[in-house]
């Protein structure tokens, strides 16, 4: 059952002296329990796409298209519509999320005056027992809410900001490069630990993320982006085994194999383009080592190959 869908959702910021086409025309389905990994190279739009579902934008960003959350449109509600639905049915956790909390007051109070901000009704008895299920539910002691900010490592940091992320039983989460600044082994624990409350909780989530490996092994679906535009959409095994966009395949050899031998890994030579100037044809062009004479002045059509997959490219084929 479908939770969330993106519909030709383009974001442009505006200055004086440019336009920068950030996200052109993305569209793609979240299904409820569902959960998209969304991989590009730094600038290709990922963290702009997913700020717009939430509104959290600065004033300089148009937004236009359609974003469905059950029936909803996102786009369209008021600022108040918006913020009783954030948290309680999205939520975000961002990088340094930890960074928005005050390092004078000590963690449970913080994350208790955050519950009654969206639900003044509970005692407060009550919300620290919340608040210490929560903590648990991350695998955090519950020395925890007593400590100040300062007094954690960045992995309980982000425990402590996925444990925000929850509080109010939200149907989407969103993490924006949640996990990347942990060591691996830290990282690893709490991918499988929100792998599992997800699955408990029946939350779908959004994650975006620089690493493959880390989509590949915590997500179902993958959306490929590439200076603005969704190149490549699919189960993740479909396009991790199989991929079809050329950017896809060079994305892939960046990367180490998931499983087998390691073969030597190999950049895609070339720069994002300025999505500040108009392009003619396909946007990867000046990067793609298939590319042929149609690819540059004919921009690639969205085909639909298989089990719903989405492929721009002008050779992917199917029915479009
Ligand atoms: N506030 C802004 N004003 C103007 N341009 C912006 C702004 N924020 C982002 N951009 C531009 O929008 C494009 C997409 O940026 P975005 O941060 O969404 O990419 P990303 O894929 O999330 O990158 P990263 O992985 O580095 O976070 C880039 O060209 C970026 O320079």
Not at 256 to 280: F, T, V
Request: aromatic residues 6%; charged residues 25%; neutral net charge.
């Amino acid at each position: 059952m479908k939770l969330l869908s993106i519909k030709n959702e383009s974001v442009v910021y505006r200055s004086k002296t440019k336009n920068v086409l950030a996200v052109n025309n993305v569209s793609f389905d979240i299904d409820k329990q569902d959960s998209v990994g969304i991989v590009g190279e730094s600038g290709s739009g990922k963290s702009t796409l997913a700020l717009a579902l939430l509104k959290l934008l600065p004033k300089n960003a148009d937004v236009t298209g359609e974003v469905l959350f059950e029936d909803k449109d996102l786009l369209k509600l008021s600022t108040d519509e918006f913020n009783d639905l954030r948290w309680k049915e999205i939520s975000i956790v961002f990088q340094k999320s930890m960074n928005s909390l005050s390092p004078i007051h000590r963690i449970g109070s913080q994350m208790a005056d955050i519950y009654t901000i969206h639900d003044g009704s509970a005692d407060s008895d009550e919300v620290k027992g919340k608040i210490i299920n929560l903590l648990e539910m991350v695998n955090l002691p519950t020395r925890v809410y007593t400590m100040y900010p300062h007094e954690l490592s960045g992995g309980m940091m982000q425990r402590v900001s996925i444990a925000l992320s929850l509080m109010h039983n939200p149907k989407l989460i969103i993490m924006d490069e949640a996990t990347t600044a942990l060591d691996v082994i830290t990282q690893g624990q709490i991918l499988n630990e929100i792998a599992e409350l997800e699955k408990k909780l029946k939350i779908a989530r959004i994650m975006i993320s620089h690493d493959m490996s880390v989509v590949a092994n915590t997500c179902r679906k993958i959306a490929v982006m590439y200076a603005g535009y969704l190149v490549e959409f699919g189960l993740v095994e479909d396009v991790i085994l199989n991929p079809k966009h050329p950017y896809t395949k060079g994305l892939l050899k960046s990367f180490p194999p998931l499983k087998g031998e390691k073969g030597e890994l190999r950049s895609i030579p070339g720069y994002l383009p300025d999505l500040s100037i108009p392009h003619e044809g396909c946007i990867f062009k000046d990067r793609c080592p298939q590319k042929e004479n149609i690819c540059l002045y004919t921009a690639p059509k969205t085909h639909i190959v298989e089990n719903g997959r989405k492929v721009m490219c002008n050779f992917a084929g199917g029915d479009c």
